[in-house]
Each structure stands twice: as C-alpha cells, then as structure tokens.
C-alpha cells in the first residue's frame, strides 16, 4: 500500500515538472485577459474538472479576483444569466469534448465573452472554440486503468494556483489586502496584527531601574509571562529580566537592584507586526514573552504599550 500510494504520488509530480516546463505565451495571455476585464471570472467544468472549477473560482476570488463558479448543466436550465458582458469564461475539461459545456461556449460566443479554455486535446470542442488555449500535457493517469482522474485533475489544480498567484502579483495584492478578505479562522489570526493579540498597559510586568530585586521577582511571578521590564524615569524600556538572569545573578540579588541584573537593549516588536511574524521571532530567538512597542508614537517611542506570551498563540490555536 505505500509503495502504491508513493508511485502514484511520484507519477503526478512528474507531469506537474512537465505543466511547469510547458507552460507559454497561452499562459501569459490568460493572465492579461483576466486581468483586464472589467468583470468577473466565470469558470465552469463537468464532473472531477467542475470540482477542480470551484477551486479555481476559491482561490481567484481570494486572492484578488473576483470570480465565481457555474455547473454547466444548470447554466443551461437558466444560469447562463450569470455570466455577463465583460467577464471571462474558464472552461475546464479534461477531454474537451464533455456535451454539458455546448451551451455556455455557444452563449459566450454570442455576447462577446472571451473564453479560457483548459483541456488535455487540442483537437477539441473546448480548445477550438477558446479564445485563449491552455492546453495540458499528454500524461497518463495514475489509475492503472488510464480512466480515474488523478494526473490531470492534478494539472488542472496547479494550473489555477499558477494564475491565480501570477494576478495577485500583477494586481499587488498585499497582506493588508489579505487579510480583509480572510477576517476568520487560522489565517485571519496569522494576519491579524499583534495589537489585538497583546495584553495592554494594565496588563504590563514593569518595574523601575532602582527596584529592589525582590520587587522584581513579585512582580515577574504575579503577571505569569516570566519576564519583567525594566523603566526609566521616561518610562522607556532599557532592560528586562528573565528567570535565566535571575539564576545567573543568584547569589548577588538581596542587594542589587533591577538595573544591575536586568539584560540590556531587549528584544522588541511593534505594534503594526502580525501575529504570524511575532511567532516566528518569538521561536527564533527562543524566548516565550516579548514587549510591544508603539514606534510611531510622536512621544515616548520607546515605551511599551503591551506583551505577548507564546501561549496566547497556542491559546488562538496558532503555536
């Protein structure tokens, strides 16, 4: 079973290195005609394609394009309705011959909508009524029969991925952007920035630079991020304490004081950074707690306005 399970995995990431070398200038005109429209992409396909046509349609529309996904057996009961002047069609099929698209390439060609056609024939219903051919390479199916759809349903799927990216880029689609549409669930989270995330200036373990050692170790075990900050007059963060600079200055803490102890120039954020990059710093610097700071505050930059432990991501569901 795994060795089957591995062949068939191998047979369908040689044909996507083979969709990758094929790809030409068919690619680079679907991308253009996309996004030059001043519609919505249409897509549609029969079966194991119209699956993969929703995909396409998911992930266009998340990433910047507006588009939608129509059955084309329902366009022909009425649905054709949806596809309007100024759109562009997406046709997937694998032979290119399925009889359902008949009736959405013969509307299309009557209200002048630019068709994309996906197939694995050129010789084809789909890809000689296309404006634009996307024709996948020859490739066996991992069916040991030839007949499931597996390699190319495979193709097809990496073909939308590809031009969906390749439009997020030329529309400059951004992580701001992103984020609005993907307001929920773990990747909301991961684009949420880290000020909705931080517990705020109530929430802080400060103490100041002359604070007893004492004072700082109360503080640092009431808060539970086991960490303390160091301030100055100003309210500046200058140092912070950990348990590790607690066990390295063991014998020195009934008299010293938070500044003697403290370590110097803290790692920080800001309060723009997101979630998923505060994360990242978090495991990269191998600490559990960083201060937030607001660096664009026209007073007091350097003050930190909240903190952020490692397990409020685990909390989110995000460690």
Known sequence: MLRRGSEVISIEARALSVLA??????????????????????????????????????????????????HPAEAAHGDLGMLVAGDVLVVISNSGNTSELRAFLRYASTIRVKVIGVASKRESLVIERADIKLCLPAAREACPANIAPTTSTTMQLALGDALAMALMDMRGFSRDDMKVLHPGGSLG????????IMHGPSKLPLVSQSAEMRDVI??????????????????????????????????????ATAEQVMTINPKTVSLET?????????????????????SDASINPGNPVGIVHVHDFLRLGLG
């Open 218 to 255: 109360i503080t640092m075990t009431s808060t539970g991020f086991g960490i303390a900050g160091v301030v100055n007059a100003t309210g500046r963060l200058i140092g912070v304490i950990t348990d590790g600079d607690i066990r390295r200055h063991f014998d020195d803490l009934p008299t």
């Open 189 to 196: 989270l991961r684009l949420t920035p880290v000020s909705e």
């Open 21 to 70: 070398q094929a790809l030409d200038a068919s690619f680079v005109d679907a991308c253009n005609a996309i996004l030059a429209a001043p519609g919505r992409v249409v897509v549609t396909g029969m079966g194991k394609s119209g699956h993969i046509g929703r995909k396409w349609a998911a992930t266009l529309a998340a990433t910047g394009t507006p588009a939608i996904y129509v």
């Open 274 to 294: 997101l979630a998923e990059d505060v994360l990242v710093f978090l495991n990269e610097n191998a600490i559990t707690s960083v201060f937030v700071l607001d």
